[in-house]
């Protein structure tokens, strides 16, 4: 293999690249924008949840359940009519409207269970299941308080003290943001990989490599150069400038070990993404596929949900794919503040993993360019 031929052909990468806005503005909306707001759009906790009440009771007791509604958890409720409950839970105005029934007061002091309805909007799913356990606390604190004509305070036989270790505020953007960056390397690295070659195919310029001096290797090796080039660099930009800097994550861990385990995913990935395009005759096709193959490796890497809650047979399987190892060295680096020394499993899985790929996909890159040789 010729180290000169490799180089020149990955800057002839890189200038395809540069001449691709739409594939240009992806890449940059990926790891910004994109990292941002789904690290900050939906909150985990329940935060300014809009909330209404219907009271045909106008007691005592009813204002005193509506004031107990206050931010962060909710933004100031609102007092609105029965006859406008469907039509403002239609238009998502509100996440919960709660009806407190007439004689309402007077029941509850009569000894008597008097029913509240409470209507949630569920398709804000995230707050629509915290907020009813809330509003379920909060009208129960609030009538008790009233009946006792003071608040009690509960006493536990045992007192627990929690200490969160790593995410000490319990903020769900500071996980929500790794993940996402996560993501977005996996994601790019197969589209451009597999974008470069299918491009090669479809303007018909792979006819011209074949009948340069260049190898087969030497033309798969400059696109995956190239490829983990421009996803390396622009993931090393968004972990100082979007995860540090825009939200004020704090990273544990080296950096710099951080970015090794990216260069061997990326390395990795870019031969998958290669091999999915000497199966795909065109972008449409290859987009499918990526759809078939991307969701499986994001979902069930651990990185949405944890390995451990999955069936025995799934974590064994996910353990043959390289984002398995790149989600537990990411979250050992960045969240906890590994080393080298705990993380090279992974490490060594994502090289071992990786070459077999590399080699699959360049038997298959030989085949597919032969035919068309």
């Known amino acids: 293999m010729n180290i000169k031929n490799v180089t020149q052909l990955s800057i002839k990468e890189l200038w395809s690249l540069w001449r691709d806005p739409a594939m240009l503005i992806l890449i940059v909306y990926v790891f910004t924008v994109n990292i941002y707001t789904a690290a900050t759009a939906v909150p985990e906790s329940l935060h ?33 009519e029965y006859s406008e409950v469907n039509e403002y839970l239609d238009t ?5 409207v709660v009806t407190i029934p007439p004689n309402f007061e007077k029941l509850t002091l009569q000894g008597q269970q008097p029913d509240v309805q409470v209507n949630v909007d569920a398709t804000r799913i995230s707050q629509a299941f915290t907020g009813n356990g809330y509003i379920t606390e909060i009208i129960t604190e609030e009538v008790s308080a009233y009946l006792q004509g003071y608040k009690t305070d509960t006493t536990y036989p045992v007192q627990l003290v929690m200490r969160a270790r790593f995410n000490p505020a319990l903020e769900s953007f500071w996980f929500g943001s790794v993940m996402e960056l996560i993501n977005a390397v996996t994601m790019i690295a197969i589209i451009l990989s597999g974008a470069a070659l299918i491009r090669e195919k479809e303007r018909g310029t792979i006819e011209h490599l074949l009948a340069m001096p260049v190898s087969d290797s030497e033309i798969m090796l400059s696109k995956i150069a190239a490829t983990g080039l421009v996803v390396w660099a622009v993931t090393l930009m968004s972990v100082y400038g979007v995860i540090q800097g825009a939200l004020g994550v704090p990273i544990n861990g080296n950096v710099w070990l951080f970015m090794v385990a990216v260069a061997l995913q990326l390395f990795a990935i870019s031969s998958m993404g290669i091999f999915m395009a000497t199966i795909a005759r065109s972008m449409p096709q290859f ?25 025995a047979f799934i974590q064994n399987i996910m353990l043959l794919t ?19 020394s705990v993380i090279y499993p992974q490490l060594l899985a994502l090289l071992a993993i990786g070459c077999v790929f590399y080699f699959v996909a360049l038997k298959r890159f030989k085949s597919t360019i032969g035919s068309m040789a």
């Open 92 to 96: 998502g105005k509100f996440t919960f």
């Open 48 to 80: 300014n949840a809009p909330i209404a009440f219907v009271d045909h009771d106008k007691s005592q007791l009813s204002n005193r359940i509506i004031d107990a509604f206050v931010p962060p958890y909710f933004l100031p409720p609102q007092l609105i």
């Open 322 to 340: 390289p984002n398995t190892h790149f989600v537990m060295a990411s979250q050992g680096v960045l969240y906890r503040g590994a080393g080298i």
């Open 287 to 311: 987009g499918l596929l990526l759809i078939l193959v991307l969701l499986p490796l994001q979902l069930l890497s651990g990185g949405t949900t944890a390995r451990e809650s999955m069936p």
